[in-house]
């Protein structure tokens, strides 16, 4: 069945960009779109604005930029808000997270020193090596989420926004595994009534964005979203929703790197990662706890990938290691180091080195205008629960009950790409050539 684009409501009014969480990555964002709008910088990274998608035969030629086939917002359109514990506003943070040079930060600096936080729901127990001050008080888990409801009403009318969209952009919490509060909405609603411990401020955000019918990116590995209370909630209210983790330096390069391998049927022996990074993320992943939850986002990337279950052969128990270290001089310019051991023809090894010099900001902004900009498509074209065809933007993709996520970053492109396709009521493109050679 075709979608007709007439079904999607056009994107017309202002969009509202919320950001819970205010640092490096949200004032990377938030800078780059407005030198963007001012014809200062290139929007480079960004699908949205840059890529063009393929419709039809080859021989057709007809590859119309994304922004130009899609009824997306308009950056001119765009709006920009925010929480955060600590109550900087956008100027004085970006000048802090040392992403971006002066010559970059100076001209916008009015602009944005027009974004200030508002105060965050936060609690140091989730995330032990921030000290927020710029926080809500509420007696209940529950009244801290309505305070966020509120907040979200009152930043819709004061910007005369039609709609808004969030993307989470603050640090990974401890992990919490899930558990009988996250199993339904009564579950989960009598948890913040409750205090429960397992309701952590990340998934108070993600309920109240979805009970304001905000759709909701998570930019973090933290749970939030990805329960079911939350997604039920989410079709209920009809809201798309998507995560998790941004997939940036690293991990894109596992999702690069491995289906290379297995397309070839090379084994693995063994993938040993590094990384070193001195930006706020890299102070708060010093955390043990914190560490667990990144840990599991990375590690389950290559497992699933690459299939031990179907190629015991070549991937039946290689060695997966993970290390995160914070390292202050380095700042928001972190450093991955990936040793690859891998195997070829009679059992002969050979290794793959990778050192990757990423700036962590500058990879994430245009990954936030992309989700932003595709969820709020996904809500005008009707779209509820988990955006899967999203996943290409994410470490640890979400997928329905009992699917195994996709990984493969070219997979997770083909099904962009033919999302968008079928939301236009275009032909899905199979590469099968038979017009050419039958």
């Not at 030629?61 to 900087?88: M, N, Q, T």
């Not at 508002?118 to 090596?129: G, I, K, N, S």
């Not at 952009?169 to 595994?177: F, K, N, R, V």
């Not at 905000?214 to 979203?225: I, M, S, T």
């Amino acid at each position: 069945m075709h979608n007709s684009p007439a079904a999607i409501r056009p994107a017309t009014g202002r969009l509202g960009i919320l950001t819970p969480g205010l640092g490096a990555v949200a004032t990377t964002f938030i800078a780059g779109v407005e030198s963007i709008r001012r014809g200062l910088s290139k929007p480079i990274g960004s699908l949205t604005q840059m890529a063009t998608i393929r419709l039809g035969q080859r021989a057709d030629k007809r590859a119309p930029l994304i922004r130009e086939f899609v009824p997306l917002a308009s950056l001119d359109d765009i709006v920009f808000g925010a929480w955060d514990p600590i109550p900087d506003d956008a100027y004085s943070s970006a000048k802090k997270a040392g992403v971006l040079e002066d010559r970059h930060l100076e001209p916008l600096k009015e602009f944005l020193q027009g974004i200030v936080p508002m105060p965050a729901v936060f609690d140091q127990h989730y995330v032990t090596r921030i000290h927020g001050t710029h926080v809500k008080h509420g007696s209940t888990k529950r009244e801290l989420a309505e305070q966020l409801r509120q907040d979200i009403r009152d930043f819709k009318s004061a910007h005369g926004c039609d709609r808004l969209v969030a993307v989470w952009c603050g640090s990974t919490e401890i992990y919490i595994a899930p558990s009988a509060v996250h199993a339904s909405i009564d579950a989960f609603e009598r948890a913040m009534h409750e205090n429960h411990p397992d309701i952590a401020p990340s998934m108070l955000y993600a309920w109240a964005c979805i009970m304001e019918g905000v759709p909701y990116n998570n930019g973090a590995p933290n749970l939030a979203v990805d329960a079911p209370a939350l997604l039920a909630l989410a079709e209920r209210e009809g809201v798309p929703v998507s995560g998790k983790d941004f997939k940036t330096g690293q991990t894109w390069m596992k999702t690069v790197i491995a289906p290379g391998l297995k397309a070839r049927m090379l084994g693995l022996e063994g993938w040993y990662s590094t990384n070193i990074l001195g930006n706020r993320d890299g102070e708060v992943l010093d955390d043990p706890a914190s560490f667990k939850t990144k840990e599991a986002s990375k590690l389950s990337v290559l497992h699933t990938m690459l299939q031990p279950e179907l190629y015991p052969d070549l991937y039946g128990g290689f060695s997966h290691v993970v290390r995160i270290n914070y390292y202050p001089p380095r700042g928001d310019n972190k450093e991955g180091w990936d040793n690859i051991d891998i195997v070829g023809w009679m059992g002969y090894p050979m290794q793959i080195k990778v050192n990757f010099l990423c700036r962590d900001s500058i990879l994430a902004a245009p990954i936030v205008l992309d989700l932003a900009l595709f969820s709020d498509l996904a809500a005008r074209a009707g779209k509820s629960g988990i955006q899967e065809w999203l996943s290409f933007y994410y470490k640890s993709p979400m997928a329905a009950a009992g699917l195994t996520p996709e990984h493969d970053l070219f997979i997770q492109q083909t099904k962009l790409k033919n999302t968008l396709r079928h939301l236009m009521g275009e032909e899905q493109i199979t590469h099968l050539g038979l017009e050419y050679f039958p």
